[in-house]
């Protein structure tokens, strides 16, 4: 391949520059609206309407332990929008029905209490009228999840780093370390 291919000027083809530096950008935007609706992401996903959501941005971010979606079971969480820049941060997505979150929920709150380095946040995948794990939950929607409870953990600058098994380890590990 020759380099012209990748320093192409567009006004040696006919285009001026101002023509390709808006082309680009209208063709970007087009791909991901088209991306967005074959993914199920259009303008239907559900507006969060929790507490939580209404908290001040600096008591969220000073809160250690943060159920999301506690007032309203089951519901749709952006998960991104209460990581704590800083911190690494814990999101735990659970069912009362899963066997190992209502054990663990105790160990969990005594980490948040330790670990000042570390934000801990649970988004409960059940609906309350649902008896059993609530697969077909809209807190389920966006995430790829068969098997809860399931983990996933931010770095600092709020980039995920782990998730599923590595998290789940990982969390094992924290859970099995004398606390500090």
């Known amino acids: 391949m020759s380099d012209s291919m990748y320093n192409h000027d567009p006004a040696e083809s006919g285009g001026s520059v101002l023509d390709m ?3 680009y950008p209208i063709h970007a935007l087009g791909t991901l609206l088209m991306v967005l609706t074959l993914t199920g992401c259009s303008n239907d996903l559900q507006v969060e309407d929790l507490a939580v959501a209404k908290m001040p941005v600096s008591e969220m971010q000073a809160t ?7 007032d309203k079971p089951g519901s ?5 929008n209460y990581l704590v820049p800083g911190k690494y941060t814990l999101v735990q997505f659970f069912s009362p029905y899963d066997g190992v979150s209502p054990l ?3 160990q969990l709150i ?3 209490q330790s670990r000042q380095d570390l934000a801990i946040r649970t988004v409960n995948v059940n ?3 649902v008896q ?6 809209p807190a389920l929607q966006m995430a790829r999840v068969s098997k809860l409870p399931f983990y996933m953990i931010f770095d600092p600058a709020r980039n995920l780093r782990a998730q ?7 969390v094992k590990q924290w859970l099995s370390a004398p606390i500090r």
């Open 164 to 170: 599923s098994r590595p998290a789940e380890e990982q």
């Open 64 to 70: 250690n332990y943060l159920p999301l979606n506690a």
């Open 76 to 80: 749709f969480v952006t998960v991104q």
């Open 110 to 112: 005594q980490l948040s």
């Open 132 to 137: 059993g794990i609530d697969w077909q939950s």
């Open 21 to 23: 530096n808006l082309r």
């Open 127 to 129: 609906r309350p009228d």
């Open 104 to 106: 663990i929920e105790q």
